[in-house]
């Protein structure tokens, strides 16, 4: 299938700070595409490139074959955006907002904007100062969506929505994908990626350090079972389990924590075999997965440059 985002060693710096690196990637039409990467990687600025919200300094971005730069205007046309920080008149209210993009576009379906407004459950009544994060969050959402594009693009588009909105959200994208339209996804959450995406880009201080199938991501996903026990526990017991990758000794033995790579059902039932006090599961920030996954793959390189 042919391309309709592609980038081409793209580069972009802020005075002495290189923001992206030699940045290549393509996706094809009809992909929901995962820009993945902890903040400050690159994400939003590749992404303003691609909005012509900035230009880059070399390397070519063109959706649809149109230069990103050179042919903004035509490129909006097809375009539905959602920004990381919205920034809209505080003195509108939702409704008024909505009308506003609605006119600009030359009108929408009326029917599927209704829709929108009752899926996220949105007051169109309300001045966009007196929204909350989630609520500002779902009048973007809804003003990317409402006209259908061809594409979309969505840096951080679920910042501020609470765990029934995301879900709506996972909804919407499903949806556009199943009428064979792309969505190109910025995000910082591994979790959120994974439900929503057929393939990912990493990126990694300004560099594309990975290309993909979701099922990479498995590569890199570590997550934490801390478990307190009654009595003290030998960590060796757990340690060759699948799963875990890992394990920590606390408290005197009585509590262990266990670095997972994999399915828990082995942990659970060996668990079961002691007396429980406590269980708790933490996924960790892209940003502590990177430095675990690459401080591994930097280390040689930091140590040759030594010798």
Same mark, same amino acid.
């Given at each position: 299938?042919?391309?309709?985002?592609?980038?081409?060693?793209?580069?972009?710096?802020?005075?002495?700070?290189?923001?992206?690196?030699?940045?290549?990637?393509?996706?094809?039409?009809?992909?929901?595409?995962?820009?993945?990467?902890?903040?400050?990687?690159?994400?939003?600025?590749?992404?303003?490139?691609?909005?012509?919200?900035?230009?880059?300094?070399?390397?070519?971005?063109?959706?649809?074959?149109?230069?990103?730069?050179?042919?903004?205007?035509?490129?909006?046309?097809?375009?539905?955006?959602?920004?990381?920080?919205?920034?809209?008149?505080?003195?509108?209210?939702?409704?008024?907002?909505?009308?506003?993009?609605?006119?600009?576009?030359?009108?929408?379906?009326?029917?599927?904007?209704?829709? !929108?407004?009752?899926?996220?459950? !949105?007051?169109?009544?309300?001045?966009?100062?007196?929204?909350?994060?989630?609520?500002?969050?779902?009048?973007?959402?809804?003003?990317?969506?409402?006209?259908?594009?061809?594409?979309?693009?969505?840096?951080?588009?679920?910042?501020?929505?609470?765990?029934?909105?995301?879900?709506?959200?996972?909804?919407?994208?499903?949806?556009?994908?199943?009428?064979?339209?792309?969505?190109?996804?910025?995000?910082?959450?591994?979790?959120?990626?994974?439900?929503?995406?057929?393939?990912?880009?990493?990126?990694?201080?300004?560099? !594309?350090?990975?290309?993909?199938?979701?099922?990479?991501?498995?590569?890199?996903?570590?997550?934490?079972?801390?478990?307190?026990?009654?009595?003290?526990?030998?960590?060796?017991?757990?340690?060759?389990?699948?799963?875990?990758?890992?394990?920590?000794?606390?408290?005197?033995?009585?509590?262990?924590?266990?670095?997972?790579?994999?399915?828990?059902?082995?942990?659970?039932?060996?668990?079961?075999?002691?007396?429980?006090?406590?269980?708790?599961?933490?996924?960790?920030?892209?940003?502590?997965?990177?430095?675990?996954?690459?401080?591994?793959?930097?280390?040689?390189?930091?140590?040759?440059?030594?010798?």
């Amino acid at each position: 299938m042919a391309a309709i985002i592609e980038v081409e060693k793209l580069n972009k710096s802020y005075g002495g700070k290189r923001a992206v690196l030699d940045v290549s990637f393509s996706v094809p039409e009809g992909e929901v595409f995962g820009f993945l990467g902890p903040n400050g990687a690159g994400k939003t600025t590749t992404i303003r490139i691609l909005m012509a919200l900035i230009r880059a300094d070399s390397g070519a971005a063109r959706i649809a074959g149109l230069d990103c730069w050179r042919q903004s205007v035509e490129i909006k046309r097809f375009i539905g955006y959602v920004p990381g920080e919205p920034s809209l008149d505080p003195n509108l209210t939702g409704g008024q907002i909505l009308e506003y993009f609605a006119r600009l576009r030359g009108g929408v379906d009326q029917a599927y904007l209704t829709r !929108l407004i009752d899926t996220f459950e !949105l007051d169109t009544s309300r001045k966009f100062r007196q929204y909350s994060t989630g609520n500002k969050r779902k009048v973007v959402l809804i003003q990317a969506f409402m006209h259908r594009p061809r594409v979309l693009i969505l840096d951080e588009p679920t910042s501020g929505l609470d765990p029934l909105n995301q879900q709506q959200f996972d909804g919407l994208v499903r949806e556009a994908r199943d009428e064979g339209r792309t969505v190109f996804l910025s995000s910082h959450v591994l979790s959120e990626v994974e439900k929503t995406c057929t393939r990912v880009g990493i990126i990694r201080e300004g560099r !594309l350090v990975r290309v993909g199938g979701v099922a990479e991501l498995k590569d890199i996903k570590r997550y934490e079972i801390s478990i307190v026990f009654g009595e003290p526990v030998a960590a060796e017991s757990f340690a060759l389990l699948d799963g875990v990758a890992s394990v920590e000794t606390l408290n005197n033995g009585s509590g262990l924590r266990l670095h997972m790579q994999g399915p828990a059902d082995a942990v659970i039932k060996a668990a079961a075999q002691h007396q429980v006090v406590s269980l708790a599961s933490y996924e960790p920030s892209l940003e502590d997965i990177f430095l675990r996954y690459y401080e591994s793959e930097d280390k040689p390189a930091r140590e040759a440059a030594r010798v």
